[in-house]
């Protein structure tokens, strides 16, 4: 018997998933200080928030909400299909459906989100209200600008995965991995819009 054998593995973690959770890790960083600018400014002019924020489409904003969760939700799907190494659909069903499928969809849902930011930011516009208008103005586009700004950089991650895995003929487990580190980018981007729309749109 070789005693090498019986030493067990040392299974070490993955080095992208640890180094794209660090980087995360910087990106809480980043956006707390742009809740802390927000609700700086906010202390300082309530009565302008007050008026301002009585302008948002509250129930056209939770729609907007819905859709990019929603998207978290078809983002897993995607990941659980890569993990069980299924590129792509084996049937029209959505049980049946690969990587590719429920990364495309995911994809979709984002860009519909990402629209309905710019039709609100345009909507302000036409009501006065922009980046040099006021503090309002200014912390709103900030905070939601920069976060449209992470949404978009997710879409274009969607689209290099999706065709990373039309590319390859057998997926192996690093593109598997691939699809795993872009779902934590896009449910951490989710859930800092969560914190958003907590804070912008409900605690008004």
């Known amino acids: 018997m070789n005693p090498k054998s019986a030493v067990p593995a040392v299974k070490r973690p993955n080095v992208v998933s ?6 995360l ?3 809480v960083m980043f956006f707390a200080g742009l809740f802390a600018i927000y609700f700086t400014l906010r202390s300082m002019a ?11 489409n509250f129930t056209f904003a939770a729609i907007n909400t819905s859709i990019l969760v929603l ?7 995607g990941v659980f299909a890569a993990e069980r190494m299924q590129a792509r659909a084996t ?21 519909i989100f990402v629209s309905g930011q710019v039709w609100e930011y ?27 700004i992470h949404v978009a950089l997710g879409l274009i991650a969607f689209l290099l995965v999706i065709g990373r895995f039309y590319a390859v003929k ?25 914190g958003l729309f907590i804070v912008i749109y409900i605690l008004k």
């Open 122 to 148: 345009a909507t302000f516009v036409s009501e006065g209200i922009t980046l040099s208008s006021d503090a309002y103005g200014s912390a709103f586009y900030i905070t939601t600008g920069f976060h449209g």
């Open 46 to 56: 309530p009565e302008l928030w007050a008026v301002q924020t009585d302008k948002h």
């Open 91 to 111: 049937g029209p069903k959505p049980t049946q459906w690969g990587t590719v499928e429920w990364f495309f969809v995911t994809y979709v849902l984002g860009a």
């Open 18 to 23: 640890v180094g794209t959770i660090v980087w």
């Open 71 to 77: 998207s978290s939700v078809t983002c897993q799907f």
């Open 170 to 194: 057998n997926l192996t487990h690093k593109e598997a991995t691939t699809a795993v580190v872009v779902s934590y980018y896009w449910h951490f981007v989710d859930v800092v819009w969560v």
């Open 25 to 27: 890790g910087s990106e």
